[in-house]
């Protein structure tokens, strides 16, 4: 791989282990310190690589320059506590060199643990996944104003009140004691939920699916999964419903990246891999007596990648959003459980039961009726098509419900 390659690559996956890292080392109180010697290490690499070609080892090359930039500012800081201003000091010198550990245990260790106090319940879940997606993630501010259809002004405001608010409230950068650790754990699981979702299905303009934050949020998962206080059932729950989502991501697109809607999707085209791990870590999930919302979604999406289209697989889908609706209702799973018993019970009583919920705002909604009256009303589905298409936020949506309008 070449320079011009290589350096966004590794600025993607080794800049924010190194800003979990030093955020650790120096707390909240510096993370934006913590992230500009992040920075200015791959602005040296950029200038140094440019000049003399890529060292050897070019990860090992960008965390000894970090360490020493981390070093750096840790003297600079003593000698003005110590020296220069000492009436400031509030207690002995932190420089300790030995203490910027870059080792794979520490920056694991140090990502669990920036995740959870990211993820602190003191600060909106929008700014939980802006801060993830920056501090986690290593997302430049211009990717996360695009995922938030937002623009940058905004994006850096909203990450600015966020680590204010983590300094006011004291937050430490590690992980909850037991009595605190299901509550906290709900709050990043939340997090993680939402940023796959928002790759999953994105409004923005660019691109309606978002794989880089699809698997992002897989590996954030990971991380909870492989250590032993946080492999929790509901977190292998979580994992296994993003990798059954995960295996359709392909299908889910046209060559043109227009979008395919499940009925018309190729099951061929649907990713056996990611299919099998969903099963492994769905069946790590049945432990406990606590059943989770995502125990539940992870089972309709098992049942989802099941490719023969039998009354079976709908009527046990239907059953799982029977469940999902009594444990935590939302609109969304509402509308998909009456598509679940148009296919498992006919269209005329899934009908019924979508006019029940007058999810008047939403596009969804009406295609959803447009699809259910087709064969049975085409003037009516035509009503719903029309709008729908008047709804949809997304230049993917219109061109799907135009493609429907067009066929009545």
Known sequence: MEQQELLPHLFRSEYRKIVAVLSKRFGFEQVEVAEDIASDTFVTAAQTWGLQGLPPSPVAWLYSVAKNKAKNHLHRASVFENKIAPEFAIGPSDFVEAEIDLSLQNINDSQLQMMFAICHPSISPEAQIGLSLRILCGFGIDEIADAFLSNKETINKRLYRAR???????????????????????????????????????????????????????????????????????????????????????????????????????????????????????????????????????????????KADTKEKWENILQLYNRLLQLEYSPMAALNRTYALSKANGKEEAIAEAEKLNLVTSHFYFTLLG????????????????????????????????KKIDKL
């Open 371 to 402: 699809e259910l009256y087709k064969g049975i009303d085409e003037d009516r589905a035509m009503e719903n098509f029309e709008k729908a298409l008047l709804l949809a936020k997304t230049q993917n949506d219109r061109k799907i419900i135009q």
């Open 164 to 306: 204010a608010k983590l300094r006011e409230e004291k937050i430490k950068i590690e992980l909850p004691d037991v009595t605190e650790m299901d509550k906290r754990l709900e709050a990043v699981l939340t997090t993680i939920y939402l940023l796959f979702s928002e790759g999953y299905y994105s409004e923005s303009q660019n691109q309606t699916i978002r794989r880089e934050l699809c698997f992002e949020a897989i590996r954030l998962c990971h991380m909870l999964v492989d250590n032993a206080s946080t492999n929790k059932p509901q977190v292998n729950a979580l994992l296994s419903l993003m990798y059954f989502q995960a295996s359709r991501l392909d299908a889910r697109l046209t060559e043109n990246g227009e979008l395919i809607l499940y009925d018309d999707q190729d099951p061929n085209r649907w990713d056996d891999e990611l299919i099998t791990k969903g099963g492994y870590f769905l069946k790590r999930s049945a432990t406990g007596d606590t059943l989770s919302k995502y125990h539940l979604e992870a089972s309709i999406a098992y049942w989802s990648t099941q």
